[in-house]
């Protein structure tokens, strides 16, 4: 059970082995918590984590694999050029589009996550950043960017190469009429920053559809941000929902 596990600790590797299974673990287990959570929306949306050894490489869910139903063994790995290197599944265009150039920009970049989710979409058809409404919404002060240059469905690497470069330094992009992206040093930073963003921007719906929401001050947002915006902070925060995932549905582990 999880309640029986030793507290959680930031993982270290010597064996790339092991580094690279404990990523796909949970890169599977992160599929399983957005299907649980409704990010799911027909074939669209993806998750990547880099291979720790051939760091041009990512592994990718499928196109068309529901997300409630992957597993370690079902993780397609790709290369820098779109060739599916392990997997037999089709490739999602958009996923090499968008996530090859994230990963190729930034090299600190471990995982990246875009879904179309219920209210990333309908926060992103306004075009504005979020606003420091919250403590959680916090961790996006000044650390996430708009990407307004809506032009269809993201298939051409060109489009994923300006996708990067507006992200830039940052931990998320809204994508306007599109949707939410996070990247993290790893795959639970990058699954939690999504989670929260796409509930950050649940909050700002509601809060700006009830009345004039009274912004936290810049000062007081910005002690906020390092102190629930941190790289350590995003790893930890997803350790719950991993316990629960797994005990909940083992079979996604297997290899």
Known sequence: MATDRVPHRFPKFDDVADER?????????????????????????????????????????????????????????????????????PLNGAAFAIHSQIHAARSDVVAAAHAHSVHGKAWSSLRRPLQPLTQDACAFYQDHVVFDDYTGAVFAVEEGKRIAHALGPCKAAILANHGLLT????????????????????????????????????????????????????????????DWIVDEEPDLLDE
């Open 21 to 89: 299974r404990h990523r796909k673990q949970r890169l599977a287990a992160a599929f399983r918590i957005f299907g649980h959570l409704g990010f799911g929306e027909g074939t669209a949306g993806h998750i990547t984590a880099r291979d720790p050894e051939l760091t041009d490489h990512f592994w990718v869910n499928a196109l068309g694999m529901s997300f409630r139903k992957i597993r370690v063994k079902d993780l397609m790995l790709v290369n820098d050029t779109g060739q599916v290197v392990e997997g037999t599944w």
């Open 183 to 242: 990247v993290g040093r790893s795959v639970d930073e990058a699954a939690w920053w999504f989670i929260t963003m796409e509930r950050t921007c649940q909050a700002q719906l509601l809060a700006e559809a009830a009345g004039d929401p009274v912004l936290i001050d810049p000062e007081a947002a910005e002690i906020a941000a390092g102190q629930v915006g941190g790289h350590r902070t995003g790893w930890i925060q997803f350790q719950p929902l991993y």
